[in-house]
């Protein structure tokens, strides 16, 4: 009984393993894997192929070794790996091409060798061809970057998180000098300009991804420094890159082109402002002088002079004075005294002068905001700009047209990106002929003109725009062929100013206090004299600031000196330190032709000292006189003054 139920289960085991046998089979059979076993000889005696695409027939496997099937090469690798296989104890791989008959071709196979306990080799063998072809995609793709990159102009190179060179092109040492071999290892910023070391690292460039545009200097090789143009990315959170990226261009030749080009073009509009500024300038000049010579002729004969005469003079000064003014606005170098005034009041103001510019046949139209439009501007130079864009206007409608000046205020963003803020807006629209592109994209640009020669300077829209610049603002300009043409200028919206005060009465501009007047043009300093006298200062004048010195040194006594900025040998600045030196009461008062720039290149900054900008009349000189007195001296210094 019980060898029966023994017999039952040996029989029973046996089935199973039968079973087991065929399932692996079946397996096999229906998988893209052969399996082979080699004896301890190394010849072929069992294998099953499955659907797996051989080299010959499974028959003609057994009994032969891998020299009878393979090529030499192959059979010797094959042989080798068995080797290894029981050296080692260890599975060994190799993977390996065949060329199979047509029409199967050429296939890629990974065999797999593991040594039995009997001394054999169990070898697995796997297509690998789809896995073969995507690698050598890969390759070749790997190439091909490769050789794009090395062969790129392009200067690229990679930093790490601590900004070290990771990478460095073949174009960067071609265009500075270094090697990949003298780069890679290398701090960064140690190849920057110091000034622009800061560019390589803005808080913004800490964002995974972000991409940032500069332009800075990285040094030679030979010392010098390259200007280069950039896109930096940010990588360092993507593992195949792990860095910032720097792909740059080198401009300095490009820089300096357009430096020489603008230097060219500079050079043109000087010559084209010449002859304007002279034209226009003989022009005042015949007035004065044609004028002068008659009132001369009158008072040499004894007679009165002629009023006209004296006013036409005085008109063709005023309008020489304006074009200075014109000239010195566009080149930001005038003066300007802004307050908080409402744009439109301001605008209204000028309505009258704005119809004279435009003479009868341009029908004017003033659209009137519907609430206040503060701005910070110099009421001068506000008018200013609506003038000339009234001129402009007027220009374009040579037979009559509309020209319709509007206020009011908008709530705009200047530049992309930027948050959009409030801005008061005056709009100055014609019906004229509008402008063709070409030159709507040059209509700011100093001493540009479509007028002929000779009948414009081309200063009138470059000192709008400079002035406008000046104080913050911006100004558009929308037009096309035969659809008229309108200006947007745009101030910054300000709150609105304080209640004024009660008006008090104008004190009066006489003095009596004693002046020391240092002025190195003679004529400057005769007619500024003889104003000051008038208004009852006893006035000695020195025309150098040796003079002055050598005045005070004798003991003269003055309250207040009255002294041009640029002047030879010693300057302004230079005459008044030396004689507070002398005599620490003294206050001063700047007077120049050359305004803010000239202080500024000496040393004074705008609002340090009283300052009078030449051309001035008796009033601006007197209360300027005025404000100098009463203004406080710096800390250290006594007054000297009697309350």
Known sequence: MDDSRAMSAAETHAAWDRALDEGIQQLLDNLDVAVFLLDAEGRFVAHRAGRLALAAPPERFLGRRNIDVFSPELAARFDHAIAEARARGAEIRIEYPLELPPPTGRHHYEASFVATREGGTIVLV???????????????????????IERATDILYVLDRELTVRFWSSGATDALGWSAEEAVGCSGPTYLHPDDAAKLTPPELDLPGSIHRFEFRVRHKDGTYRLLAATVRNMLADPDVAGVIVNARDVTEERMQEARSAESQKLESIGRLAGGVAHDFNNMLTVILGCGEVVEQALEAGQLPALDDVREMLGAAGRARDLTTQLLAFARRQTIAPVVLDLDVAVQGCERMVRRVLGEDVVLTLVRASEPCFVHCDPAQLSQILLNLAANARDVLPRGGRLVVSTDTTVVSLDPGATPAPYARLRVSDDGPGMAPEVRAHIFEPFFTTKPVGQGTGLGLATVYGIVRRHGGAIRVESSPGKGTTFEVLFPLQPAPAEPQTATVRPSLRGHESVLLVEDDRAVASITARLLRRAGHPVQVAYSGAEALELVRRGEDFELVVCDVVMPGMDGPQTIEALRALSPRLRALFVSGYTRDAM??????????????????????????REALARPLASGESSGLEA
Request: proline share 2%; hydrophobic share 45%; charged share 30%.
């Open 600 to 625: 500024v290149a000496r040393g004074l900054e705008e609002g340090s000292a009283s300052f009078l900008a030449k051309p001035f009349s008796q009033q601006s000189l007197l209360a300027a006189v």
């Open 126 to 148: 796997l297509d690998v061809t789809e896995r073969a072809r995507l690698q050598a995609e890969r390759d070749a793709s790997a190439r091909r970057f490769r050789t794009l």
